[in-house]
């Protein structure tokens, strides 16, 4: 019996894990479809294809935890309907294998899958889209980039104004245009024939040949003009710093959140970021209830050769109400902190009823 045993759990567990990773990669596949569409916009403005890529596959591990129960859910369905239908399950059960025997393979796979989800949930998740953040955050903010659709006017910053006729090269400009007018007391406008951006030390500069700057005097009016050959602008005060951007929930450890202060983030941010961080921990349970669920609805029962249909809309219905409970339960635990047990609940007691419903039905079997 132990050996059958094991034969019976490597068969059904590799159909599961294999099932999972495609239905994985499926939804993976429309994410990072669906995820690109707001990204264009960044690709559109000058980001480079390999940044764009990049910042797809960083967009992923938020995804992933969601993707996951969901594609174990129907990866639990189909291997364990396909038993049935095959009367695999009958031969299986007719020697001697109890529910709970059956139930192992998925319940050994729902383990292994909880535990990477837990990884991608409490580390990887928000690591990749801290970066994520602060990729997007340069490429928006970077200088060269701005300058990349030749012909547009486009703005540095409040109160300044970035033209080019065209562009040779990696960062050769020609018919440059700059426009400050962030002195009250002044404005000044670059002009020049060529140049180029560059990257120092110091920050960026942009190098401008043959050309002039002029200064409109707000008070008078007065215009000074000053020609030049040679003139180097100083742009790192409109460089973009890490330090100007704020931080999301989503970018912070398990520990930043729950740990937030209400005195320094105030009452509302701080009940904001802790609820973020009670269903981050929902998320890597996830795993478990709707492994728990799905098999019990898909083993416990009567069976029926002429179809099993209302066990397959049972079990991805109760995943399904599980995760958008759980995901408005969020914004509930917000409001109400006093509400984060029911959280858990939401999550836990399908675990619970489930196991008990195994262990009950194995009972009757063997008494």
């Not at 003009?225 to 931080?247: I, P, Q």
């Not at 509302?268 to 209830?289: C, D, E, M, P, Q």
């Not at 709707?290 to 079990?315: E, K």
Request: include cysteine.
């Amino acid at each position: 019996m132990p050996r059958i045993l094991s034969h019976i759990t490597r068969y059904l567990a590799r159909q599961i894990l294999l099932a999972t990773v495609l239905i994985t990669a499926v939804f993976a596949a429309i994410a990072i479809l669906w995820s690109a569409l707001p990204l264009l916009n960044n690709l559109s403005g000058g980001m480079g294809l390999n940044a764009f890529l990049w910042l797809l596959v960083l967009a992923m591990p938020r995804l992933l935890p969601i993707l996951i129960p969901l594609a174990l859910c129907l990866a639990l369905i189909f291997a364990y309907y396909r038993a049935q239908q095959d009367s695999e399950l009958v031969v299986m059960r007719a020697t001697g294998l109890s529910d709970w025997a059956l139930a192992k393979p998925g319940l050994l796979v729902g383990l292994i899958l909880m535990v990477a989800n837990a990884i991608m949930t409490f580390y990887l998740a928000p690591e990749a889209f801290r970066t994520f953040k602060e990729t997007q955050f340069l490429q928006r903010q970077d200088l060269a980039g701005l300058a990349v659709q030749a012909g547009k006017f486009r703005s540095l910053r409040s109160g300044t104004m970035f033209y080019v006729r065209e562009r040779s090269g990696e960062n050769a400009l020609r018919g440059i245009l700059f426009f400050d007018e962030r002195d009250p007391k002044k404005t000044q406008t670059w002009m020049a024939e060529y140049g180029a951006l560059t990257t120092t030390a110091e920050g960026p500069r942009l190098i401008l040949r043959n050309g002039n700057v002029q200064e409109v005097e707000t008070a008078t009016g007065r215009t000074n003009v000053l020609y030049f050959e040679h003139y180097t602008l100083d742009l790192s005060r409109f460089a973009a710093k890490l330090s100007d951007r704020g931080r999301e929930s989503e970018e912070l450890g398990i520990a930043e959140l729950l740990g937030a202060d209400p005195d320094k983030l105030g009452v509302k941010r701080a009940n904001s970021y802790k609820a973020a961080g009670h269903y981050r921990i929902v998320t890597a349970l996830f795993v478990a209830a709707i492994t728990t669920m799905t098999i019990t609805t898909m083993l416990v029962g009567p069976f029926s050769r002429r179809g099993q249909t209302w066990r397959v809309v049972l079990a991805f219905g109760l995943c399904a109400l599980v995760l958008l409970g759980a995901f408005l339960m969020q914004s509930v635990v917000t409001r109400s902190p006093s509400a984060t047990p029911l959280l858990y609940l939401l999550v836990l007691m399908p675990c619970a009823i489930g196991a008990g419903i195994l262990w009950q039905n194995n009972r009757r079997r063997i008494g």
